[in-house]
């Protein structure tokens, strides 16, 4: 692991840890409001703390969101830096944990109203994608044949990557298409410009994981890479939408009934996939030796 790599490292552990500190603990306290959007929604704000100036539901979800990055996300960043600097396994879940960081933090620059902290989850987004790529080279090290060689699970982490792409495209899509053609604009927005997450999803998420599928399913050692990291993503990411129902719920915010059983489920089966992943790779040798070229040579 490069010192860049580790000194992006600690600066997103502390400035996350500000951000997740401030987000929940300001006591701002405006009171709740109603808004009226361009689209004629009256939309609840907030009026408290940080998120004052965002919607009830959204201010839950980023409320959900920090607890999950304080107590799960940077925790697990650093158990997997300790960790990435000895072993292949190690540094795919660096990698993993380092998407959900670029994740959490380019939906607050561009989804979250204007606050205090908007520079400092700029400035997270910017070193989370810095280090993911710097990571992602530092595979270049190992053998990524070697790590996943037979018997590897590729149909069935296939299988899954392919179903988790359906379940996103069917879920945005749906509620998406449907506001299209009705004229009836969805109550997604709220008071917000855009669909962010949808947008997240559809164009980064959604296509990054149907790649991975179908790469993996190929046997393509760069297939099994990207499966890692999507599912470390999911259950990282899961994981803070299990947080964000319990928030909105306590904060009286209608919740669907069948959100609340799928997505714990879905958890529960990408973590389960995630371990099989971990105790399918093998520890390869690392550096120049772990070339077939070289073994040849040698």
């Known amino acids: ?27 701002a306290d ?18 408290r703390g940080l998120y004052r100036n965002d919607s009830v539901s959204g201010a839950s979800q980023a409320s959900g969101q920090d607890v999950v990055t304080l107590f799960l ?4 960043l650093v158990i997997a830096w300790n960790w990435s600097r000895k072993s ?21 620059s561009f989804l979250l109203s204007y606050n205090s902290l908007f520079l400092c989850y700029v400035m997270l987004m910017c070193a989370s994608l810095f280090a993911l790529v710097l990571s992602i080279l530092e595979l270049g090290k ?40 009705s004229g009836i604009m969805t109550e997604k927005l709220e008071h917000y410009t855009t669909l962010v997450i949808q947008a997240m999803d559809l164009g ?8 991975g599928a179908v790469l993996t399913l190929r046997k393509n050692p760069w297939g099994y890479v990207i499966a890692s990291v999507m599912i470390m993503k999911g259950i ?8 964000m129902i319990i928030v909105m ?15 714990p489920l879905f958890t529960v089966m990408t973590l389960a996939f995630f371990v099989w992943i971990l105790k399918s790779t093998k520890e390869p040798q690392k550096g120049i030796a772990a070339h077939p070229e070289f073994r040849q040579q040698a």
């Open 249 to 263: 719920a306590f904060n009286g915010v209608p919740v669907n009934a069948g959100e609340v059983i799928l997505f």
């Open 204 to 211: 980064l998420i959604l296509p990054a994981t149907i790649t």
């Open 1 to 27: 692991m490069s010192k860049t790599i580790t000194a992006l490292g600690v600066f997103i552990v502390l400035l996350s840890c500000i951000c997740c500190v401030a987000g929940l603990f300001s006591d």
């Open 142 to 181: 190992y053998d990524i044949a070697e790590c996943f060689a037979d018997p590897f699970p590729s149909r069935a982490i296939g299988g899954m990557l392919l179903f988790l792409a359906l379940a996103i495209g069917f879920m945005w899509l749906s509620e998406i298409l449907g506001s299209l053609i």
């Open 73 to 76: 996300g940077i925790p697990l």
């Open 236 to 243: 990282s990411l899961l994981t803070a939408i299990c947080a």
């Open 88 to 108: 292949f396994r190690g540094l795919l879940l660096w990698i993993g944990t380092l998407g959900y960081f670029l994740y959490t933090y380019m939906s607050y």
């Open 30 to 47: 405006d009171g709740r409001r109603e808004f009226v959007s361009v689209h004629g929604q009256t939309i609840m704000l907030n009026g």
